[in-house]
Structure formats: structure tokens, C-alpha cells
């Protein structure tokens, strides 16, 4: 169905007597119209420039909304030119009727005037997803961003600009809210009954659902894909999508953002008891720097899978996905692809034992030491490098450590987490130990003195 | 209906980082970004172009010029109303170039009070707060910090990159246990973010257990 909002403009014929001063004004349709996309919350700032056909005098034109997620409190109209000449007096809402404003435009002259009208809609969204293919030997990785923008607004948007903004923007109401509202502006404590929440929220999902069925595949067969121009504006960055795009309702395209080859990636291996449990969880790690060829702008959060180069044939073997956050120039990325069985890190406990009893003045037991030896061993099944990162927490800021054997970094993260790093070769094992003491009672008091 | 229009109003960037309400670790959280909340600080004065009349509370939508003849929405809060002379902060988004990793290095019990029964009943602590900022925008930005200390204490050591800070000079005391840093953030380079490290060693007085 095709909805577009130069249908929704409509002549006002005005018959009553009162308003028979008032000029008709005739809507061209838009002459061009460009979409800033935004993917933190609902919502996209539509901008379209129209040739309107102004009398001298009193004018008015007539706006619906009609089977659009239109922000009605959103709309503003501004002349391209002669401004001076022409004021955008009013916009009114009148009463009973639903989904309908009126602007009153006074006009020094007559003739046609360029104005640009904004509004705010929902419905529009785009979102970012990548594919990272591995190396047989796992350094470098080719890394391939895409955007997928989706037309769920209910209008058609033809030839558009389009631009898509990488930010977290605050916004107090869903534009959709705003948009199925039956006064533009509301009443005191409208309430919006809960049956019509989850109606909608079930046709937002059909409307996913049909989006991932029309969803095109990338148009390789255009040639040079479209070139998308990276900015930063405030704390946001925008991305132009070079010439225009048609997005009809209910269609989804997916454009290429970048495309880099042989991003050295750093294969890292987790191991965290109380956060993974006891797997293993393998983390693909690189920077967004331009030493890894990226580093150009920050990169939109989403989701990323991973292949592997299986042969050289060139056959792939999915390797895992990760869902991974913003990441700003300059900063580190590490994308969980999930537990793994062929990296394994097994701590043992190998000795505890009770020291430095205290007593206090009834014979009570008021203080004493608790000492674990670990010995923690780290396996590289693969036939490739790794790097293991093995964290260890304690339930107290009272503690010293001692630590032997064959670990390449220690860390002490903060009062209570430890960590040991260390680089293992394909197919190797290393292993090394550690001796906890843990304060406790009256012990902490000798703790602190001996840690002054 | 229009009824203000000023060209060319001053504003204030302000991004504020609070210790009480953000995340102080966000390598614990997965897949999930610390918005650093940004706002903007506009004075209803005659300096401002505007202190003609109290501005009315309501929503402002702020949009900002993109240099191509457009411009992009930055964002929209609400406002009460605004007396001539005061000033409003309107939050506006969150940034994710500015990155704060707080940690806790030492909280330990010392100077330990006890009753006839060796128990416990007054202490102090040793407390050391670590905070790391990284700024990965290329402009530089003033960040505010707000940090928090419970109940008495007194402050052993305060450094901002290894230089010592002094109350009043370097930081503010907001209340009894809100402080309030501004900590001037350089454009990242190209050897990487800007970086600064500010370390809190203070001591909580008289705690209860």
C-alpha cells in the first residue's frame, strides 16, 4: 500500500463565511527529502523541501497524519525564502478530529515559496551488523561492516537522503506514542490501556518478522557499492549514505559500510570462576586503531559472526557469534564468541590449612589465617597461539599471595581480583601455582600492620 | 505559536560522571557501553541574548547545524521553569567516547575500637578509590566527577596524575560527602586517548559496624 505523505496534504476548502478571506494553497509534492535515522531509540528526523504556491494574504494548508507514526508535536515549517516576507503564523489542532493540523501562513507575497517542513517519525530504523573471516592461522581477520536500514513507517520514501546516527540520544516519549495520540499534545494523565501496549507490541514483531522476510540481499551485482561518509557531530557520529535511497514500507536494504582485510586479531581466552563458570570463554580481541587498519571513526554496536578459512579452497567454518557494543577510537575490542573446549584451565586446590590462631580474653577464638596453595594449569589444545587471561577474586580485602611457576604477567586488578596472563603456543600446557593467606578476625589487625 | 526566538544563545557543554549512579567497572558489563550523561547549561540572562521573562517549563528539543545546510536532533529533556538569572541543564544523551574504569584498590578496618567482649564497636577505614578517564574524542572536553564518602572522613591524599589536589583550590566539596572534580580532558592523539588518573586515599571516621 502506498501512503505518501503528498497525499496526506489536502487543499482546505473552506465554504464558511467567517474564514472566506482565507487563500487555498495547492501542495506540490516533495522535491526532496532527506531521512536522519537514528538507531538509539525509535525515531528519524524527516526532512523535505516543498515548493508551496502562496497568495498574498491569508493562507492555510492542511496537514494529516493519517496511517503514519508521525510525531504531530514535532512539525515545523520553515520558507527557504523571503523569509521576512512570509510568517508561519500558527499551527492549530482542531478539536474532534483526529490526526489533522492546520497552519496558518501569512504571505507578503504571491507566488511560489520554497519552505521545508520537518517532522519527526518512527518506524524508520537501521541497525549494524559484521562478518569477520579468519585466517587460517587466526592473526588477521577480514572485517566486513554492514547497515541495514528498515522501512516500517508506513510511508513510502522515494529518492531520500538518507543518514543514520550512531549515538545515544535522550528522548522522553516514543515517537510512536506520540505519533497514535488522539490530542497531539495529550490530556493530564492519559492513560494508554494495556491491551493496546501489547497489540502493538505484537505488530512491531509481525513487523520484524516480515521485515527478516523481505530483507534483499546485498546488491553485488550494482558494482562499486554505495560510498557511506563517516562524522562526528557532538557526542554523535553521522553516516551518509552517498546518493539516495528508495525504502518503501515494510522493505529493508543492507548497504556495506566498510570493508578492511587482515585486521590482526589477538585470539583471548578468559577463565573467571564466578562470572563463566568453569568453561573457558574465547574472546576475539583487536583494537579500533589505525595499526589494525580501522581507527577512521568508532564502531557501531552489533552483532558479528565469525568464520574461519577452512582450506585453501577458500570453504569457511563458522566459528561463533558476538553481539558487542560501541566501540570509540582507539579502544579495545573484545567480542565473546562463547565457551570453548579446546582451551582448558583447570585450578586445583593442592594444600589448605589453618594458621595464627588468636584468642581472646575467654578463650575464644578471635582471630586466625586460612592458607590455599592453587596450582592452576593452562592447555592449548590448538595448533595455534593463544592468550589466556585467568582471573581470581577472594571474598576478602585481607590477603597476600605468593606465586611461583610459568605465568608471563600478574595483575592486581583491585582489592579483592587478581590476574594472571599468559601466552601459550599451539599445543601447549604451562602451569603455575599460587599461595593465598587470607586475614581473618583479629589476624586483619596484624595484616594492616604489617602492611604499613 | 512562536513566542521566543534568539540567535546565537551561549551554551555549556557539560558531561558529568557520578560515581553514585554510573557503573564504575564497565569491563564487568557485557556488551554494554557507560553513556557518560551529556548535558547543556544555558543561563536566562541579557549575556545570554534572552532575561527578558522566566522561560517557561516544558520540553526542549535541541538540534545542532551539521554543516551540510541540515542539522541532526541531538535530544530533548524537560525543564521546569527557569526565573531571569538562573540557568537550565538540559540532558540531552550520553556520550561513549568518554570512558571512566572506577575501582576500589584498598578498604581496609583500622584503628579498631572494641568492647569488653572483644567484639567490634567502633572503626575507621583505609580506603583508596582509583578512578581511570579516558577521553577518545578528538576535542577536548571537561569532565565533572562526582564522587562519594559516606558519613566522616577526612581526605589522606587526593592526585590527579600523581599531582596532589587540595580542597577548595582543585576540588569542591558540594555537601558533606559529595565532591566535585572538573577534570580537563585533552583531545585524543594519534598515540592513543587522552588518559588521566585520579586517586582518592581518605579515611572514614567512627563507623559503626
Sequence with gaps: MRRIITTTFIIVAISSVGLAKVDLVTLPTRDTVQLTIYNSADMTLVRESRALTLKEGKNSLQFSWENTLIDPTSLEMLPKANADKINIAELVYPPRVRNLGLWNIESGISGKVPVEITYLTSGLSWRAFYMGTLTKDEKTMRLQGYVRVTNNSGEDYENA????????????????????????YGRPEEIVPIDEIQRSKSMVLKREMVKIDMELPAPMYLGKPKEITKEGLSEYFLYTIEGTETIPTGWSKRLISFDIDQVPVVNLYKYEEERYGQNVV??????????????????????????RAADEQGQLSYTGQSEFKYIPVDEDVELNLGSVADVVVEPKIMEFKTDNYRFDNRGNISGWDEIRTFTIEARNTRDIAVKIEIQRNFDSAYWNLEKSGDFDQFEKVDMDTVKFTLNLQGRSAKTFQYTVRAYRGTRQDDFRESSQ | MLFLKADKVPITKIWTFDAAKLPWDPQQLENRNVGIPVSYRIVNDANSKLGQFALWGGKARIFQDDGHQSTIFLGED??????????????????????VTQRKMTDNQINIRRNTKEQIVLFDTDEE?????????????????????????DMEKCTLD????????????????????????????????????????????????
Design chain 2, 129 to 153: 578509590i582509583v578512578a581511570r578517564i579516558e577521553n577518545f574524542k578528538d576535542s577536548p572536553a571537561v569532565l565533572t566527577m562526582l564522587q562519594h564518602i559516606p558519613g566522616q572522613w
Design chain 2, 162 to 209: 600523581n599531582k596532589d589536589l587540595k580542597l577548595g583550590a582543585d576540588y569542591k566539596k558540594k555537601n558533606a560527602g559529595t565532591l566535585e572534580f572538573e577534570i580537563k580532558l585533552p583531545a585524543r592523539t594519534e598515540k592513543g586517548p587522552a588518559v588521566k588518573e585520579l586517586k582518592m586515599h581518605y579515611h572514614r571516621r567512627n563507623v559503626r559496624p
Design chain 1, 161 to 184: 537522503q538518507t543518514r543514520l546516527i550512531v549515538g545515544t540520544v535522550h528522548v522522553l516519549d516514543e515517537i510512536a506514542e506520540l505519533a497514535r495520540r488522539q490530542y497531539p
Design chain 1, 282 to 307: 574465547r574472546f576475539l580481541s583487536f583494537k579500533n586503531d589505525q595499526e589494525h587498519k580501522l581507527g577512521q571513526t568508532p564502531i557501531p554496536g552489533g552483532v558479528l559472526k565469525v568464520y
Design chain 2, 78 to 99: 524537560n525543564t521546569n521553569l527557569v526565573p531571569v538569572g538562573e540557568k537550565m541543564e538540559l540532558y540531552i544523551g550520553d556520550s561513549r567516547d568518554i570512558v
